[in-house]
């Protein structure tokens, strides 16, 4: 929660010191997404599936007519999981990557009047690992050790999707799906040959004021 608020906080300053011949508004979003890795080398052939997260953040939108230029602060979770079964037991493991990411979009208004507002984007976005983790359940027992230090800190990749605005008095609601697709190979030393890839969906409800 307390990172958060820290997020509403910088995106609301920012607001406050755009230029005022600008027509900007600011706004909130949030909801789920699945997530996985894409891979190469030795783990690639793993049973990988994806692994629910949570998105939630705070936007910014400055409107040139039918297009606007959309920066984001997110709060994400990414990562992915393998369920198995062995010796009979019901076995999982999970790569849990807790990011701030901050995407960049140039956004498309085909419909840029009216009560309902198709729109569709894309952009790129920047990422900071804040911690990752794995955890692995087996046989009635869990087990959690911290990974942070065996992957990148940064990440980068390209950002595409669509939705619908509902324009409302005094606000509007939003909702989108969007891609994100990872270029950083996010393994800290990797053997040669050997990628891991941030890809993700997500399904994103936003209020904008």
Known sequence: MKKLIVVLMAVLCVAALAPRDLSAGVGIKGGLSLSKFSLTGEMDDAP??????????????????????QPEVLYTRMGAKIEDVIEEEPFSLKYVFDYVQVPVLLKFNIVPAGPIRPFFYGGGYGAYLLKAKGVMEGGGESE??????????????????????????????????????????????????????????????GIGF
């Open 48 to 69: 990988w599936k994806y692994l629910p997260g949570y998105v939630a953040g705070a936007y910014l939108e400055f409107k040139l007519g039918f297009v606007s230029l």
């Open 144 to 205: 959690e050790a911290d990974m942070t230090e065996n992957f990148q800190r940064y990440d980068y990749g390209v950002v595409g999707g669509l939705g619908l605005a509902f324009k409302l008095p005094g606000l509007s609601l939003s909702v989108e799906g969007r891609y994100n697709f990872g270029l950083a190979n996010i393994i800290k030393d990797p053997f040669e040959g050997e990628t891991a890839k941030n890809r993700s969906i997500m399904a994103l409800v």
